[in-house]
């Protein structure tokens, strides 16, 4: 091949009855017919977005957490309005526990106090009353230390 024909071949042949400008709208409507079915010819026009689709973490994350902190408020509401708020309604209501001072003897302990302070009461509870009344973190005390021991 020459080196005129191998131009005139890569090139768009041009016909002599064709002008430049029929050329040119040709080029622009093959352009035109390439534009995809979808899409609209005008940009000034957006094409409609798709309907919004929720996965399943996304329904976890748009329903279930906001539940979860709904029931958490729940319950600590309900918690907060059934506690009780106050020991006594009225301050002539509250009494005061008589008590006596007792000094731990060395070998003695809670029992035997409980027994000798109220004999006619379940140890057992005046036990508990004295570990309430002095704040004691375990039943044990040592000789020496002083207790305040209810004696109704």
Known sequence: ???????????????????????????????????????????AKPAPLPPLRLTRRGKVVLIGIPLVLLAALLLSLAGFFNSPAKA?????????????????????????????VAPDRDARDVIADIVQL???????VLPGQQLYVPTR
């Open 88 to 116: 006594s309604d009225a301050p002539e209501d509250l009494s005061v526990t008589p008590t006596v001072t007792v000094t731990v003897q060395p070998g003695e302990s809670l029992w035997a106090i409980a027994g000798t």
């Open 1 to 43: 091949m020459s080196a005129i024909s191998a131009s005139q071949a890569k090139g768009p042949r041009v016909h002599s009855h064709q002008s430049a400008h029929q050329l040119l709208s040709q080029r622009d409507r093959s352009r035109s017919s390439q534009v995809p079915a979808g899409m609209p010819e005008s940009p």
């Open 134 to 140: 002095n704040n004691l973190p375990a039943g044990a």
